[in-house]
C-alpha cells in the first residue's frame, strides 16, 4: 500500500458517492450487483429472478428489522439471540398448528408473544442490571437453543399449514410472492414508526446521547427495554415467515441469518454506535446481501471449480469492500 | 476511608470477581471430581484450556483498546490448517519450526488486514472482523478442505509434559501473565488502556491512536497463531471447523474476567481466570451427569449469572462510591 498516494485517491473516487445516502448508495449497488449477474449468467437478469432474490431479500429484511431498532438504540446495542428467537418461533408455529389452517393465527400470537418476552428479559438484563447488550443477548441465545433441546430433545415434530407456503412464499398477486408485499407494507410501518412517531423520536435521541436524552425527558430504561421487546418480536416474526418458505424445521434454521442482518443494517449505513440510520437503509442492505450471495452462487453454476472456499473469500472482501464505502467511522482527528 | 481502599482495590484489580467465582467452581467442581487438583488432572485439564487462554490474551488487548475481534476463531482455524499440513510425523525439528513460524506471519498478517480496516480506515470493528473472518476461513479451507493431520510425536509430548513437576501448559500460562503485568506497565500499556479508554483525550495529549488500535488487531492475530498451535498440538489434527466455536467464548471469558466491552479497562489475568471458569462450568455438567439435552441450558444459565456478576460488582462499587 502506498499511503502517500492512496489517501487523496480515496477521497476523489469517494467525494461524488458521498453526497448520496448510504441507502441511496445501497440500493445503486444493488442495481448494480443485479445488472453484473446478467454479464456472468444472462438468465440472471429476469423479472422472475429478481423477484426470487427480493423474495429471499425480504426474509433477512424481515429479521433485521428488530436489529435496526436495537442498533439505532445505541448504547452498545445489538441482538444477538435474533437468529435462535427465530428457530424458536418457526419450531412453535410448526407445532401449535400441526398444519392446522385455521391454528395460524394462534401459532403466530404464540410466537410474537414469546419473542417479546425474551427481547423483554434482554433489554431488563441490558437496563437493569447492566449486562452489555452483546453479552447480555449472546448469553440468551445460549438459553433459548438449550430450551429449545430440552423440550424438543430434538424431536421436532409438527406439519407446516399449506396456507402459509400459499400466503407467504409462492406467487400471490401478478406473480409476486406475499412476504414480498408484506415486507413493503413493514418496510412503510417502520419508517413511520423511526420518521413519524414519538417513539423513534425518542429513539434517535437515546442513540445519540442517552444522558441528555434523559435530562430532556425521555425514560431511557423503558425506550431500551422496550425496542428488545420490540426486536425480539420482529425477529419471531421473521422466524414465522421462514416457516412458510422452507416448510419444515431444524435446530439452526435462523442462526445463518444472524450476521447477516447485523450486516444489513450496517451495509444500509444505520451506525453501530447509535442514533443515526433508516430501515430503508437496512432494506437495501437485506437486497445487496441477497444479491451477492446469489451472484457468488450463480458464478459457481457456471465455474464449478470456484469451490466453498472461493466463495467465503470473495465474500469476505465485498463486505469489507461495502463497508469501507459507508461502514466508516468518525476519524478521532475531529 | 475503607470505601476509598475498596474502590481503589476493584477498580485496580479489575479481576477480582472472577476470582471469587473460580473459587466456587473449584469447590464445586472439587466435591464432584476429588482428583481435580491432582497434577495429572490439572495438566489434563490445561491441555484442554490452553488454547482458548492464549486466544483471550490477544482478544483482551483489542477489546481494552476499544475494539473487538471477531475474526480470532477464524485465523485460529487457518493457523490449525497451515500447521496441520505442514507438520507430520517425519517432520525434522527445523520444519516444524518453520510451520510454527509460518503459522505466526499468517497470524501476524490476518492482524495486519483486520488493523488496517479498524484502525486507519476506520471501519466498524465488529462487522469488520466479521468479515475478514470469511477471508481466513476461505483460505483456510483452501489450504486444508477436509479434517486430516499426523502431528510429530516430539512436540506432544512436550505439550504433555511436566517441567519442574508443574505441566508445562501451566508453565506457559504464567508466562503470558508475566508478559502482560510487563507490558502493562510499559508506556505502550498505559497508551492501550487510554486509547480504549477515551480515544479524543488520548489523541489530543499525543498517543498515536491509530497505532496502538493497529498494534491491538496485529497481537490478537499472533496469538490467535500460537492458540492455533496449542490447539493442533492438543487435538493431533486439523479441521476446517476448528476454531468456529472459539470466538464467542474468547468474548465471553474476557467479559467474565472483568473487562469491559467499551474499553478502556480490565486485564488479561481476569481474562484468562474466565477462561478456566468456562472450563470448569463445562467439566462440572459433564461430572454431574446432567441430562445431555439439557447441557446446553444449564451452562448457558450459569454462564449468564456468572455474567451478572460484574455488574452487580459496578453497582456496589457505584454504591460505594456515593
Redesign the interface.
Known sequence: ?NAPLSRPLTQRITSPLRRLSPPALALILAILLFLLGGVINPNFVSIASATNVIRLAAFLGIIAAGQTLVIISGG?G?DLSAGTVVTLSAILVFRITNGDDAMVPVGLAVALAVGAAIGFINGA?VML????P???T???A??V???I??VT??NLIGKTPEVMPRLISDPLLFGVPGVVFFWFLLGGAMWLLLERSGYGRRLFAIGVNRTAARLSGVRVQRMVIITFALSGMLSALGGFMLLGFSQTVFLNLGDTYL?PS??AV?VGGT???GGKGSYWGTMSGALVLTLIDSLLTAVRARVPEI???????????T??IL??FY???????? | MTGLVLRRIISRHSYLFALLLLVVAVLVNLRLQDNLLEVNVISRNFRNFLPLIVLVVGQSVVIIGGGIDLSAGAIVTLGNAILATLITSESSSGQILLAILLTCGAGVLAGVVNG??VAY????P???T??????????A??IL?RPGGDMAAAVRSLYRSTPGGAPFTLWMVFTLIAIWLVVRSTRYGQFLFATGGK??SA?FTGIP??FVKFSTYLWSGLFAALAALALTVNTGTGSPRSGDLLT?NS??AV?LGGT???GGQGGVIGSILGVVILGLIANIISFASV?S?????????I??FA??GP??V??ARKAVAR
Open positions: 500500500m452498545e445489538i438484563g442490571v447492566g449486562i452489555p452483546l453479552v447480555m449472546l448469553g440468551m445460549g438459553v437453543s438449550g430450551t433441546l430440552i430433545q430434538g450476521f447485523i450486516a450496517v451506525l453501530l454506535s469451490g466453498e472456499a472461493y466463495k467465503l473469500i470473495i465474500l469476505g472482501v463486505l469489507v463497508l469501507s461502514g466508516r467511522q468518525r476519524n478521532v482527528r475531529g | 488496517l480496516c480506515l476506520r471501519l466498524q465488529i462487522v469488520t466479521y468479515a475478514t473472518s470469511f477471508i481466513f476461513t476461505g483460505v479451507l483452501l478442505p480515544s479524543e489523541y491512536v491509530n464467542l468474548v465471553v467479559v469491559r466491552l467499551s441430562d439435552w439439557a447441557q446446553t441450558l444449564v451452562s448457558a444459565l454462564i449468564i455474567l451478572i455488574g452487580l459496578r453497582l
